[in-house]
């Protein structure tokens, strides 16, 4: 039985043994996926912000309780040696030395028995070199709307290459002329960094850009983000808008001269000098769609001769290469010039009289203007008369334009005497070319024989009292007349216009009656009551039968006044008699200041003797008082009366009172 229990201990004890050599033997495990932020390759402008992490196996060795890392230059010499008291899966501010290049990194665990595991490995990159400085290769002076897309090359970075090589280019465009294209002083983010294909992507591609100046500010970016020490700029002026430009010359309508024609451009941006890029600005002219006339600059001439109508388009092109030619540059279409016409006729337009005298109306005279390119400008021409013969100068007859391509005068013949009479027409297109016609249409010479109409003659007076009569106030007139044609043909339902212009100081001054003649070619009139005037009629015509007038009438209206006394006696020496009275007329025909009336007396088979002169008021009332005081009067039988004399702005004859019979006593 011990036999059998010491087997058994020993068989334990041996198992513990090999159990602990075992242990002895064991050593911790490899560090699994060791990695540097940012990855193995990426390079680092900062030689003490490295992080790295890592995976520690759950089994395969004997478990760590520190971590040693190691780092070596480039040349595989340790530089750093450094222990972790502790198990982690990463450690972070891991620095080399401040000298560009790429470091190896080893990693590895220690457990409680002091042995060290198998080292894992990665490589950390430093470079804080900044890139040379570099400059945008020249742009034009001015950018026009053709030149976008704009396409700019950044020239290399100079100096020798850099370890960490070049990443791309940082790029930015604002209106500041110092801005920059990364915020910090040194480096530039990957976001800010506008061209990530190294160094050989170097070209910047820009759709638009606003109107004016803008500054591209540009720099170099090394792989681990570190950019040129200074900023390479260039300025940017773009002008988009076309020049303005104007044709001066062009005439306003038809004209008959060559047309001088010149166009000035003017441009508030690029402007129209040449720039240091050598585009040459120029102001063009084209004609009816012909070569243009081009001038460098802001002016441009060329003529206009041949006669019709002509378009002329004009342009010009500004320093930044914007031109409004309509033409398609650079896959965009142009605006479209400015476009105006010019109107050219030298020809004088034809002009003739029409071939006869219209019988309806022979005083009509008609001429046609035609012209086959401007067409006849009937405002400007006119129809002349002379005596056939004479030499005299044409009188010019007013001219109407019915707007059938004729001119239009009516020649008063019944102002003329009797004889041939020769016309002439001038005439104009709407260029300005005129025409001169003596002839009508089919050759024959425009002469009229006068008279032209039928004679007529008007007859007219006062019965039984020729042509003046005298009347009292308020009482009308009758006058009777006849109108002829010929000798004897008597003209029924024609107009005869009697004009009566009254004396001065009536109102109205003057009256127009119109009366028309009845069976026999009679009328007639009644003149009514009023002032002194004088009547004339007139028949006057027609398109076919000549005017007439009568002899002028006179008809003389005497004026009325009243008068009466206070008694028809008059005692010697006593009580004065008062004589009152008014001058009877319409209302409103005296003055404020009134009218002069004569007193006057007589005694039997004696004159009239004024013996006092009163003034009315504006209504015609008057008064006077007279005191006998003469013995010799007394017995006498008197005459008083009152009399109107003629008198300025009195239109109508002196007229004396009823006599007043007065005794004395």
């Known amino acids: 039985m011990r036999t059998v229990a010491w ?40 030689n003490n912000r490295f992080e790295l992490n890592w995976t520690i196996p759950a089994d395969g060795g004997s478990p760590g309780v520190t971590t040693h890392y190691r780092i070596r230059n480039p040349q595989g010499v340790a530089v750093v040696e450094s222990v972790l008291s502790r198990l982690s899966d990463g450690v972070g501010g891991v620095t080399v030395p ?56 950044l020239a290399h970075p100079a100096g020798p290459p850099l370890l960490s090589g070049i990443r791309g280019y940082a790029i930015a465009v604002d209106a500041r002329p110092s801005g920059a294209p990364c915020a910090a002083s040194d480096r530039c983010s990957d976001t800010e960094t506008t061209l990530r294909g190294g160094v050989g992507e170097d070209e910047l591609e820009i759709a638009a850009l606003p109107e004016g100046t803008s500054y591209l500010h540009g720099v170099a970016v090394s792989g681990a983000g570190m950019k040129s020490a200074t900023t390479g700029s260039a300025v940017l002026r773009v002008d988009t808008a076309d020049p303005h430009t104007q044709l001066a010359g062009v005439p306003s309508g038809w004209t008959n001269r060559t047309a001088q024609l010149i166009a000035r451009a003017t441009d508030a941006g690029a402007g129209m000098t040449s720039g240091s890029d050598g585009r040459t600005p ?13 001038a460098p600059g ?17 342009y010009a092109r500004d320093a930044a290469g914007n031109v409004n030619d309509g033409a398609t540059s650079n896959g965009i279409v142009n605006l479209a010039p400015g476009v105006a016409w010019v109107r050219i006729d030298r020809t004088p337009p034809t002009i003739a009289f029409a071939n006869a005298q219209d019988p309806r ?12 390119l401007s067409g006849p400008d009937l405002s400007r021409g006119w129809i002349g008369v002379r005596l056939a013969g004479s030499g005299d100068g044409f009188e010019p007859l007013p001219t109407a334009t019915p707007g059938n391509g004729e001119l239009r005068s009516r020649w008063d013949s019944d102002t003329h005497a009797e004889g041939e009479y020769e016309f002439k027409v001038i005439g104009y297109d709407a260029a300005g070319n005129v025409a001169a016609a003596t002839r009508r249409r089919n050759g024959a010479p425009m002469i009229l024989a006068n008279p032209l109409k039928t004679t007529t003659k008007l007859s007219y007076g006062f019965q039984d009292h020729g042509l003046s009569r005298t009347v009292p106030y308020g009482r009308g007139v009758m006058l009777h007349g006849r109108l002829i044609a010929g000798r004897s043909s008597p003209l029924v339902g024609m107009p005869v216009r009697i004009v009566e212009r ?59 006044v009243r008068l009466r006394a206070s008694a028809g006696f008059a005692r010697i020496g006593g009580k004065a008699l008062v004589f009152g009275g008014r001058v009877v007329t319409a209302p409103g025909t005296i003055p404020p200041t009134g009218r002069s009336v004569q007193m006057q007396f007589r005694l039997p ?19 006077y008082a007279y005191r006998f005081s003469d013995d010799d009067s007394r017995g006498a039988r008197f005459q008083f009366r009152a009399y109107l004399p003629a008198q300025d702005d009195w239109p109508y004859e002196p007229a004396g009172s009823r006599p007043v019979i007065v005794r004395g006593r």
């Open 605 to 623: 088979g004696l004159p009239w003797a004024e013996f006092r002169t009163v003034q009315t008021d504006r209504h015609g009332r008057f008064r």
């Open 298 to 314: 802001a002016t441009v001439a060329t003529s206009v001769i041949d006669e019709g109508v002509h378009r002329v388009a004009y």
């Open 502 to 560: 009254f004396s001065a100081g009536a109102d109205p001054a003057t009256h127009v009656s119109t009366v028309r003649t009845g069976p026999e070619g009679s009328f007639s009139f009644h003149a009514a009551p009023g002032p002194s005037r004088t009547i004339a009629m007139a028949f006057d015509g027609s398109p076919t039968l000549a005017r007439s007038t009568g002899s002028e009438l006179d008809l003389r209206v005497r004026g009325r």
């Open 361 to 372: 109306d022979p005083d009509l005279v008609r001429a046609r203007i035609s012209d086959s």
């Open 7 to 46: 087997a058994a201990a020993m068989a334990t004890l041996s198992g513990t043994l090999l159990a602990s050599a075992a242990l002895a033997m064991a050593t911790p495990p490899r560090l699994a996926d060791l990695n540097v932020r940012g990855g193995a390759d990426a390079w680092h402008a900062d």
């Open 282 to 294: 120029f102001t063009a002219i084209e004609v009816d769609g012909g070569a243009p006339t081009i």
């Open 98 to 153: 401040k000298i560009a290049g790429t470091y190896g990194f080893e990693i590895w665990l220690e457990d409680k028995n002091g042995e060290q595991g198998p080292a894992a490995a990665t490589t950390l990159r430093f470079d804080d070199a900044r890139p040379g400085a570099i400059e945008p290769l020249p742009v034009p002076s001015w950018i026009g709307r053709t030149s976008f897309p704009l396409r700019i090359r």
